[in-house]
């Protein structure tokens, strides 16, 4: 789950900002929200078994080494949990995560 979250941020921020560099600090544990909801039959089509909905929010994102935000970064993922493996860099499923929604946002 990590790396996806961690591609899903990097290309985010590397389009909005046109950024050479981004870097952010780990975030509090306060600021970490996980959602997990398993799906039934007739909400999607088998392929996926439950939405994860994570939420982070960061006090120090730095964007080409001088612009500092503080930023929540919000996804949605759909997780096909059957194919999960424990060794993400196996291959075996191409269908285990899939990207439904992001929503990024600066704070205040």
Not at 27 to 32: H, L, S
Not at 43 to 57: A, F
Not at 83 to 97: D, I, R
Request: hydrophobic fraction near 30%.
């Amino acid at each position: 789950m990590q790396v996806w979250m961690h591609h899903s941020l990097v290309d985010y921020y590397h389009n909005k900002y046109h950024a050479d560099s981004v870097n952010w600090g780990e975030p509090k544990p306060e600021g970490i929200r996980i959602w997990i909801k398993q799906l039934g039959p007739s909400e999607n089509d088998r392929i996926y078994t439950h939405l994860i909905k994570i939420s982070l929010q960061r006090d120090e994102l730095i964007i080409n080494d001088k612009k500092k935000i503080k930023t929540e970064d919000t996804f949605t993922y759909a997780v096909n949990a059957r194919l999960l493996s424990l060794c993400p860099e196996s291959g075996k499923s191409e269908k285990e995560f899939k990207l439904m929604n992001s929503y990024h946002k600066v704070r205040p």
